[in-house]
């Protein structure tokens, strides 16, 4: 710390953003989930963690919004590396049920191979909820890095056990609310399926920016009072007619409750902000669109207690996905250390 100059170029130091704090220090934990077993189109997103700490080195720490931001006590908790091998393990079984599908078969058919799989995920969840526990009972705020959309699952325990109530805030393409979703239990698209039909501390989801969704999913969404789902259609219609999006962001906010969850898939932004994360669609939010939303959270009086970003795939001959990825997570960790000094 004596040392630290937050102006010169991040030296490789293990932790996102080349920051001097240990995890023991630290007011926020990043908690690395480098998973995406059930990914059911583009794989990748288990190289994100690694992608985006050497992204992060090239953040400049400086933010327009919060006085010294890199003071905002941010520790990175080891990536594992056998969850890496984990994840390729399970990921070859995967892929065998999804061709299996793909050309006709049945699930009845897999049933001991999709058994497999859910029990790895069993495991993942578990080890990351453990690990999110004991942050949150050292009064420290966990944010899980994926990897694929089913790893926050453990944080998202965690927080259960700890709060009465809360809400998700859910910024993603997808719905995510589909029943173990080509027999995966916990599937990529079932997040916030799991989370609503596991957690009753939940009391609200919002969404936004969601554009791809099937028919059970639209039905559900319509029919559970928790839900709110402003869509991207709902969004650009509103903008195209005149409604300013200060407006719209206050409207969003208004939906959630005082504790707010954040989850973050990459792919709620425009495709040409994450051209490889695993499900892009056409749509989706721009970054300081996205941007301009979480700071308006962070400063409306509600109280962030957890948040992850997934879904980021770095690709093979740049690092633009990691560099946007990056610098909506630097957003994320500095606005909830802005938000919670103000609870104070």
């Known amino acids: 710390m004596i040392n630290f100059n937050p102006s010169n170029p991040g030296i490789a130091n293990g932790n996102y953003f080349a920051l001097p704090y240990d995890v023991e220090d630290s007011e926020i934990v990043f908690v690395s989930a480098p998973w995406d077993v059930t990914t059911s189109y583009g794989s990748g997103s288990s190289n994100g963690p690694k992608a985006i700490i050497e992204a992060s080195l090239q953040v400049d720490l400086y933010d327009a919004m919060i006085l010294n931001a890199w003071m905002t006590r941010i520790g990175t908790h080891p990536i594992d590396e056998s969850l890496i091998r984990k994840s390729r393990k399970y990921r070859k079984i995967a892929e065998q049920i999804i061709k299996h599908l793909e ?35 050292a009064g420290k705020i966990p944010a899980v890095i994926g990897g694929d959309h089913s790893t ?3 944080n998202i325990k965690a927080l259960a056990e700890k709060y009465e109530d809360f809400g998700i805030l859910h910024i993603d393409a997808h719905a995510d609310l589909r029943a173990a979703y080509e027999g995966f239990k916990y599937s990529h698209a079932s997040i916030m399926f799991n989370a609503l039909n596991d ?3 939940i009391s609200q989801l919002t969404q936004v920016a969601v554009r791809d969704f099937c028919q059970d999913e639209a039905d559900f969404i319509n029919t559970d009072p928790r839900i709110r789902c402003f869509t991207d259609f709902e969004l650009k219609r509103d903008l195209f007619e005149g409604k300013d999006w200060k407006k719209k962001c206050e409207e969003i906010i208004a939906t959630l409750p005082k504790n707010v969850y954040i989850s973050f898939d990459i792919d709620g932004l425009s495709p040409h902000l994450c051209p490889n994360t695993g499900t892009p669609v056409p749509g989706g939010l721009e970054f300081r669109e996205a941007d301009y939303l979480l700071w308006l959270l962070a400063t409306s009086g509600k109280k962030i207690i957890g948040f992850d970003l997934c879904e980021v795939a770095p690709g093979g001959e740049n690092e633009w996905d990691a560099n946007v990825g990056a610098r909506i997570l630097y957003k994320l960790a500095v606005y909830t250390g802005f938000n919670h000094k103000k609870q104070q």
């Not at 009845?108 to 799989?117: F, G, H, K, L, Q």
């Not at 859910?118 to 942050?135: A, F, Q, T």
């Open 103 to 137: 050309e006709g078969g049945e699930l009845s058919e897999v049933d001991e191979r999709i058994a497999v799989v859910n029990s790895g995920s069993e495991e993942l969840n578990e080890y990351i909820c453990e690990i999110c526990r004991g942050y949150l009972n």
């Open 152 to 154: 926050p699952y453990g």
């Open 199 to 201: 957690f009753s501390q």
